[in-house]
C-alpha cells in the first residue's frame, strides 16, 4: 500500500512538472520574437502604482485575520509575539508552496504538539475559503465575458461546465462533513467534525474574509496596469477575475508560482488585447509586492527575534 501511494505520489509530481515545463516553454516562446515597444517599459501613472504597494499591508491583514480568527476558535491563548512570529513564519513557508497552501508549517511550530493537528485542519479551512472565492469569481468573471483565452471543443456548454464545478466547490466547502465518510482515519474524521460543529459559523467568516481579500487582489491588480498605462474598464475587471481563476488551477511547485504566474497572465490578457510586456511587468510586480516583499520582512524579522 506505502509503496503504491508512493508510485501515485511520484506519478503526480512528475505530471505537474510536466505542466510546469510547458508553462514556462510558452513564456519563452512567446517572447522569444517579440518586437519589444519602448513605450511599454515606461510608468505613466506612479500614484496608481503607490496604491497598488500601499494596499499590500491590507491583503495581509486579511490573512491575519483568518489566523486569529483560527486561533480564537481552537481555544488557544498565547502571547501576541507568538501569535505575530507564527503569523511570519507561516508566511515564509507558504511562500514555497503552491496557492500558499504551506503556511500551516511555519504557523503550527510554534505550538505544543496536541494543538497542531487542529491548527493545521483550521488553516486549511481558511485556505480552501480563498480557493473557492478565487473559483466562483472567477467563474463568474468567465460566464459574463463569454469568452476564454483558448479555443474550447466544448463550445459554450464550457462556461456551464465552469460554472458547475464552482458550484460543486462551494457546496463541498459548505458540506465537507460529507467527504469525510470516505475518510478512513477516523480519529482525524471525529477531530474535524467536532470543530465544525463547535464553530458554525467559521466557514462563513472565513469566506467574508476571502471575499474581501479577492476585493484587494482586483483592485490591487487593476492599479499596477493602469499604472503602466493600460486601459480599464468593467471587462478588463472580469479579465482579472478570470486571470485569478486560471492561475489557481495552473500547477506550481514553489515560490508562489513564480514563472507561472507570468505565464498564465500573458496567455489570460493576451485575449484581452493587453500588451504581453506590460503583463509581464505588472504581474511580476504583484508577485515582488505581496509575496517576495512580506516574506523578505518576516525572515528578517523572524531572524532578529531568534537572535
Given at each position: 500500500m506505502a509503496k503504491a501511494i508512493k508510485n501515485r505520489q511520484t506519478i503526480f509530481n512528475f505530471l505537474k512538472l510536466l505542466a510546469l515545463v510547458t508553462l514556462i516553454f510558452f513564456l519563452i516562446q512567446r517572447f522569444k520574437n517579440q518586437d519589444w515597444n519602448q513605450d511599454e517599459m515606461n510608468l505613466?501613472?506612479?500614484?496608481?502604482?503607490?496604491?497598488?504597494?500601499?494596499?499590500?499591508?491590507?491583503?495581509?491583514?486579511?490573512?491575519?485575520?483568518?489566523?486569529?480568527?483560527?486561533?480564537?476558535?481552537?481555544?488557544?491563548?498565547?502571547?501576541?509575539?507568538?501569535?505575530?512570529?507564527?503569523?511570519?513564519?507561516?508566511?515564509?513557508?507558504?511562500?514555497?508552496?503552491?496557492?500558499?497552501?504551506?503556511?500551516?508549517?511555519?504557523?503550527?511550530?510554534?505550538?505544543?504538539?496536541?494543538?497542531?493537528?487542529?491548527?493545521?485542519?483550521?488553516?486549511?479551512?481558511?485556505?480552501?475559503?480563498?480557493?473557492?472565492?478565487?473559483?466562483?469569481?472567477?467563474?463568474?468573471?468567465?460566464?459574463?465575458?463569454?469568452?476564454?483565452?483558448?479555443?474550447?471543443?466544448?463550445?459554450?456548454?464550457?462556461?456551464?461546465?465552469?460554472?458547475?464545478?464552482?458550484?460543486?466547490?462551494?457546496?463541498?466547502?459548505?458540506?465537507?462533513?460529507?467527504?469525510?465518510?470516505?475518510?478512513?482515519?477516523?480519529?482525524?474524521?471525529?477531530?474535524?467534525?467536532?470543530?465544525?460543529?463547535?464553530?458554525?459559523?467559521?466557514?462563513?467568516?472565513?469566506?467574508?474574509?476571502?471575499?474581501?481579500?479577492?476585493?484587494?487582489?482586483?483592485?490591487?491588480?487593476?492599479?499596477?496596469?493602469?499604472a503602466f498605462d493600460v486601459d480599464l474598464n468593467a471587462t478588463s475587471v472580469l479579465w482579472i477575475w478570470q486571470f485569478y481563476f486560471w492561475v489557481t488551477l495552473a500547477p506550481s511547485l514553489f515560490l508562489g508560482k513564480l514563472g507561472v504566474r507570468e505565464s498564465v497572465a500573458v496567455w489570460v490578457f493576451a485575449a484581452a488585447g493587453m500588451p504581453d510586456f506590460t503583463v509581464l511587468i505588472a504581474t511580476f510586480s504583484i508577485w515582488a509586492m505581496n509575496l517576495f516583499l512580506p516574506t523578505v520582512i518576516s525572515l528578517v524579522i523572524l531572524k532578529r527575534a531568534k537572535t
Amino acid at each position: 500500500m506505502a509503496k503504491a501511494i508512493k508510485n501515485r505520489q511520484t506519478i503526480f509530481n512528475f505530471l505537474k512538472l510536466l505542466a510546469l515545463v510547458t508553462l514556462i516553454f510558452f513564456l519563452i516562446q512567446r517572447f522569444k520574437n517579440q518586437d519589444w515597444n519602448q513605450d511599454e517599459m515606461n510608468l505613466k501613472h506612479l500614484g496608481f502604482l503607490i496604491i497598488g504597494i500601499l494596499l499590500m499591508p491590507l491583503n495581509w491583514w486579511t490573512e491575519w485575520r483568518k489566523w486569529t480568527l483560527t486561533l480564537d476558535c481552537a481555544g488557544l491563548q498565547s502571547e501576541k509575539s507568538t501569535v505575530f512570529h507564527s503569523f511570519l513564519a507561516g508566511m515564509v513557508t507558504g511562500m514555497l508552496t503552491p496557492n500558499m497552501l504551506g503556511n500551516f508549517i511555519g504557523r503550527i511550530l510554534y505550538f505544543d504538539r496536541k494543538h497542531r493537528v487542529q491548527l493545521t485542519l483550521l488553516t486549511l479551512i481558511g485556505s480552501m475559503s480563498q480557493f473557492v472565492v478565487t473559483m466562483v469569481v472567477g467563474a463568474l468573471g468567465v460566464i459574463l465575458l463569454q469568452k476564454l483565452p483558448f479555443e474550447s471543443p466544448l463550445g459554450t456548454a464550457t462556461y456551464f461546465l465552469i460554472a458547475l464545478v464552482s458550484c460543486v466547490f462551494l457546496v463541498l466547502y459548505f458540506r465537507m462533513e460529507w467527504l469525510l465518510k470516505f475518510i478512513r482515519k477516523r480519529t482525524f474524521v471525529s477531530g474535524l467534525l467536532a470543530l465544525l460543529e463547535r464553530n458554525k459559523d467559521l466557514r462563513i467568516r472565513m469566506l467574508g474574509l476571502g471575499i474581501f481579500r479577492h476585493l484587494i487582489f482586483t483592485v490591487q491588480f487593476a492599479c499596477v496596469l493602469y499604472a503602466f498605462d493600460v486601459d480599464l474598464n468593467a471587462t478588463s475587471v472580469l479579465w482579472i477575475w478570470q486571470f485569478y481563476f486560471w492561475v489557481t488551477l495552473a500547477p506550481s511547485l514553489f515560490l508562489g508560482k513564480l514563472g507561472v504566474r507570468e505565464s498564465v497572465a500573458v496567455w489570460v490578457f493576451a485575449a484581452a488585447g493587453m500588451p504581453d510586456f506590460t503583463v509581464l511587468i505588472a504581474t511580476f510586480s504583484i508577485w515582488a509586492m505581496n509575496l517576495f516583499l512580506p516574506t523578505v520582512i518576516s525572515l528578517v524579522i523572524l531572524k532578529r527575534a531568534k537572535t
